[in-house]
Nanobody, 115 residues
Framework: QVQLVESGGGLVQAGGSLRLSCAASGIIFSIDTMEWHRQAPGKQRELVARTTRSGSISYADSVKGRFTISRDNAKNTVYLQMNSLKPEDTAVYYC?????????WGQGTQVTVSS
């Protein structure tokens, strides 16, 4: 059974930092793409950051220079280091892992940034 376990969310003041983790288990094939998405109340889910097995990394314009995505392939884990957090970063953050034969989503972790 595939499980994606997210952790690291919470309440932080503006300017603070958080580190999200997403550990995948039960996946047989190598994970190609690992992503973080977020969904704020009343808004559509948006892609925040992506990393591929080949080393490609991309970010949404709104988080460039503040967020860093990384992965540990041996642990099937993806991380999102979030610095200089702003109130507009408040959302539920979801991880997604995928290859050409599957995709899986985490359950989401709440990040709240107070002003």
């Amino acid at each position: 059974q595939v499980q994606l376990v997210e952790s690291g969310g919470g309440l932080v003041q503006a300017g603070g930092s958080l580190r999200l983790s997403c550990a995948a288990s039960g996946i047989i094939f190598s994970i190609d793409t690992m992503e973080w998405h977020r969904q704020a109340p009343g808004k559509q889910r948006e892609l925040v950051a992506r990393t591929t097995r080949s080393g490609s990394i991309s970010y949404a314009d709104s988080v460039k220079g503040r967020f860093t995505i990384s992965r540990d392939n041996a642990k099937n884990t993806v991380y999102l280091q979030m610095n200089s957090l702003k109130p507009e970063d408040t959302a539920v953050y979801y991880c997604r892992v995928a290859s050409y034969v599957y995709e899986y989503w985490g359950q989401g972790t709440q990040v709240t940034v107070s002003s």
